[in-house]
């Protein structure tokens, strides 16, 4: 799979001009996944404007869903049984919200459901 048109910092990509940068030099440099993150965020069908700013914001926003992603599943397995009906329900809507960006054309760079209003304390 690739995007539509890849440009760099504005710019067509080009190797004749030397606009050009190479997947293997990424990888290098940075964490697999976090480049495969900043590259979701662009529907494969639309142009992408590389940046290094914009790869840098990825990278801080893969480790944030990262951290809640371990935090969430290690609150989950530390609860009683029973005792996180509003968690289950939160993740379930947003297993499904995925799920149906997925399958509606591959659409990665979806938003997230809105959050369900807190209960009242």
Do not use: C
Request: hydrophobic share 35%.
């Amino acid at each position: 799979m690739h995007h539509n048109h890849v440009l760099l910092e504005g710019e067509k990509m080009a190797k004749s001009t030397g606009n050009l940068v190479l997947l293997h030099d990424l990888l290098k440099a940075h964490e697999p996944m976090a480049l495969r993150f900043y590259l979701l965020q662009t529907h494969y069908r639309s142009p992408m404007d590389f940046t290094w700013e914009g790869l840098e914001g990825a990278k801080k926003g893969y480790g944030r869903l990262l951290h809640a992603y371990r935090e969430v599943r290690e609150r989950k397995k530390a609860a009683p049984p029973g005792t996180t009906p509003e968690l289950e329900r939160a993740l379930d809507a947003l297993e499904k919200a995925f799920m149906e960006a997925i399958e509606d054309d591959l659409s990665t760079p979806e938003p997230s459901p809105p959050s369900s209003p807190s209960s009242p304390s």
